[in-house]
């Protein structure tokens, strides 16, 4: 792995979303300032890591493919075009590098089979039967398929719309649709039979 101009610091500030600023701060970074990339990978690393652990469920290789990705983003910072928001592009490229380190660790694009959740019963307490929906729904996201699971990640949790979810998965906004159809059809059945290993 090449060496990464950057030292991390945990609780490092956001940069504002102002898109000026990140359109100021990247033209920085092509003219390779280390500084500029120091600012942006300490403004993405957070979400990135988030939609990273989602994405591809190892916890292990996810600094890996978070430093690949912004490795590309440092070697290719001259030639984003603007087309998209900065977030777009970077989320386009963190995506196709965790495929990559899907398919080099062998998993399957499909997965049949959820992991159950085997906790006992809880009683009516709210907080209880809360925590026990969001294991629940965060056991079934991860019985998703990588494609699927990156629709879910990127349209519920990171807030992108079809459009900017189809530049970041370089696929049409129908497939986009298709997808989230399907991934929330899968969901209802995973959720579904999760509630009965409890029941």
Not at 6 to 31: H, M, N, Q, S, Y
Not at 155 to 167: F, I, K, M, N, S
Request: glycine share 4%; hydrophobic share 45%.
């Amino acid at each position: 792995m090449t060496h990464l101009p950057i030292t991390r610091e945990k609780g490092a500030p956001v940069c504002a979303d102002k898109a000026g600023e990140e359109t100021a701060l990247i033209a920085r970074v092509a003219a390779c300032d280390e500084i500029a990339f120091e600012s942006l990978y300490r403004a993405y690393y957070p979400r990135l890591r988030h939609f990273l652990l989602r994405m591809m469920r190892r916890p292990a290789l996810i600094e890996d493919v978070l430093d690949e990705t912004m490795l590309v983003v440092w070697r290719n910072a001259r030639t984003y075009n603007h087309a998209s928001r900065l977030s777009t592009w970077i989320f386009a490229i963190a995506y196709r590098q965790s495929l990559k380190a899907l398919r080099r660790h062998g998993e399957l694009l499909d997965h049949e089979d959820a992991d159950r959740l085997h906790s006992p019963a809880q009683g009516p307490d709210g907080e209880l039967q809360r925590l026990q929906v969001s294991a629940h729904l965060q056991a079934a996201i991860a019985a998703l398929s990588a494609d699927h699971r990156a629709v879910i990640e990127l349209t519920y949790y990171q807030g992108y719309g079809c459009r900017e979810v189809a530049a970041i998965m370089r696929c049409p906004v129908d497939t986009v649709k298709t997808r989230m159809f399907y991934a929330r059809r899968r969901l209802k059945s995973l959720l579904l039979a999760l509630e009965g290993d409890v029941s």
